[in-house]
Structures are given as C-alpha cells and as structure tokens.
T-cell receptor, first 112, second 114 residues
Framework: AQSVTQLDSHVSVSEGTPVLLRCNYS??????LFWYVQHPNKGLQLLLK??????LVKGINGFEAEFKKSETSFHLTKPSAHMSDAAEYFC??????????FGSGTRLLVRP | NAGVMQNPRHLVRRRGQEARLRCSPM?????VYWYRQLPEEGLKFMVY????????ESGMPKERFSAEFPKEGPSILRIQQVVRGDSAAYFC????????????FGPGTRLTVT
C-alpha cells in the first residue's frame, strides 16, 4: 500500500529565509507525487507534480521539489519565503492512476 | 474557464437530517472525485465517478453515504441521517479523461452537524 509521511506538522520561518517542508513516501512502484497548498478556508491548489520525468520539479510561486528515489523523499523548497506563503501544505502520492493519498499536512508560518 | 464549483460552501444540519452537496466539474472534465477532510487531518478519498457510473467507492462509509454523477447536472454527495462525526470539509475534484491523476479541486463544502 502507498503512503506518505510529512515529517513536520508545523514549520515557522522568517520572511526572506528558505523554506523546507519534508515528505517521505512509501510505494511499491514508481509513484506520481504532488504538493498541494491550502490557504485558510480555501480549496486546494496544485503547486507541482512529479510523474517520472525530471527529478527536480519546478512549480508555481517559486516552489520546487526534488524526487530522491534512494531516500524515498520528495521535499518541497523555496529559496525565500513570502508572507503570502503562509498556508497548509500537503504532500500527496497517487495510488494507481487516480486515487490521491494525502499526508497529514504541514502548516507553514511566516514571521515578518 | 471556470474551475470546479461546489455548493453550498457552508451547510449546517441538525442530527438526523439529510445533507446534499453538489459539485460541477471543470468544463471538459468527465471524472469526479470526492474527498473528506476531518479537522487537523489530510484529505481522504471517498469515491470516484464518471458520468452515470461509480468507478470506485472504496472510501465511502457503508451506510448513509451515497454519490451520483448523472448524465446531466452536477455530481451529488448525499449523507442521510447526519451525525456529529460527519462534520468535515468535503472536497470535490475533477480531471480530464486521459490524465486522471491531474485533479483540480473545488473550494469545498464545510458541513457542520449540530
């Protein structure tokens, strides 16, 4: 069975400093991996996706993630945090071709 | 091109009443998925539908919950005889036929059972 673990429930950074949100996955075959962002009382927005192409994936708003098969990781990074990045972030693995399996989420706080 | 639309955005029901949640997929999308998000948790898959067909309902509770996606009109998630534990955010997503992993989410319906 596939699963995803987000290692931090909360991450706090200062504006302008780098962001690192950690995610490890478990999969019996080559997975599709995603990061979604959820702003308060809003729906989910797709930040980026990995589907067995380039291992370094660039997404929207300056975010990127690197697929590391040897470490079964798909960490999300951004060089410089902005106040508007404060939100809940979900790492997601795809089971078969359609069932998305969500991590428990990481809440990002950005301090001024 | 309008995104996935869900209504109502907020729904309050008393215990024992029925809740009916609607989802209109993006234009050109024929696949619909429903997910539930309990407080402080990630989303959990409930059901996958195509027009007039339930493809996978493995995440649906066995009783009181049902879903449909008719030939015409929105997809409906129906919860009968609601209980407090049904209070959650219910998200609908849709995808094009050939890329079912590319799911676009609606804003969700927040159901509160009093």
């Amino acid at each position: 069975a596939q699963s995803v673990t987000q290692l931090d429930s909360h991450v706090s950074v200062s504006e302008g400093t780098p962001v690192l949100l950690r995610c490890n996955y478990s999969s019996s075959y080559s997975p599709s991996l995603f990061w979604y962002v959820q702003h308060p009382n809003k729906g989910l927005q797709l930040l980026l996706k990995y589907t067995s192409a380039a291992t370094l994936v660039k997404g929207i708003n300056g975010f990127e993630a690197e697929f590391k098969k040897s470490e079964t990781s798909f960490h999300l990074t951004k060089p410089s945090a902005h106040m508007s990045d404060a939100a809940e972030y979900f790492c997601v693995v795809s089971d078969s071709s359609y069932k998305l399996i969500f991590g428990s989420g990481t809440r990002l706080l950005v301090r001024p | 091109n309008a995104g996935v639309m869900q209504n109502p955005r907020h729904l309050v029901r008393r215990r024992g009443q029925e809740a009916r949640l609607r989802c209109s997929p993006m234009k050109g999308h024929s696949h619909v998925y429903w997910y539930r998000q309990l407080p402080e948790e990630g989303l959990k898959f409930m059901v996958y539908l195509q027009k007039e067909n339930i493809i996978d309902e493995s995440g649906m509770p066995k009783e009181r919950f049902s879903a449909e996606f008719p030939k015409e009109g929105p997809s409906i998630l129906r919860i009968q005889q609601v209980v407090r534990g049904d209070s959650a955010a219910y998200f609908c997503a849709s995808s094009p036929e050939t890329h079912s992993y590319e799911q676009y989410f609606g804003p969700g319906t927040r159901l509160t059972v009093t």
